[in-house]
């Protein structure tokens, strides 16, 4: 059942307050962050998808979750597609068993190409993802426009938070 707008901006404040992001947006830096504060990383890969799947691909392995994104593409894309996938992790769309990261690098490009086909979201839970990204995005437009990019000065950080210029929605 599709969760109501009101309930999955609720679900993205809580998981990217306190997340300390700078400006703008960095994917890697987003997925390290939460993968910090939950105790489990996120790792980005980069493959070159086979035609007829989506272009990213998020799978839970026993030591880490992995975000597969289509290798062949822009940074723009290739973040979309990232906080997309980052989108289904937080609302707990994973519809796949845990694999291990050692049955991952033993498929071969059939079986991997063969897993990756059967692997799909229902319109609901895609819906929920691109939601999710998609106030993941305005979020950091909003937050950019009023601050520019992140002081790499602490000191100057700090005052920038302090003065709510990353907070957009949040």
Not at 29 to 52: S, V
């Amino acid at each position: 059942m599709r969760r109501s707008e009101r309930a999955l901006r609720a679900l993205c404040r809580k998981t990217v307050k306190g997340l300390d992001l700078d400006l703008p947006l960095d994917v890697t830096q987003l997925c390290d962050r939460y993968g910090e504060r939950r105790g489990r990383p996120i790792r980005l890969i980069a493959h070159p998808l086979p035609t007829g799947v989506p272009n990213g691909l998020w799978l839970a392995a026993a030591d880490a979750d992995y975000f597969f994104h289509q290798a062949n593409t822009s940074r723009l894309h290739r973040d979309q597609i990232v906080i997309h996938e980052f989108g289904h992790l937080i609302a707990g769309h994973q519809i796949l068993g845990e694999v291990s990261a050692e049955g991952l690098a033993a498929l071969t490009n059939d079986e991997s190409d063969a897993a990756l086909r059967r692997t799909c979201y229902s319109d609901d839970r895609e819906w929920e993802a691109e939601m999710l990204a998609s106030m993941i995005l305005a979020w950091a437009e909003e937050a950019g426009t009023r601050v520019g990019s992140t002081a790499s000065h602490d000191e100057l950080r700090g005052l920038q938070r302090l003065l709510g210029g990353h907070r957009g929605w949040l």
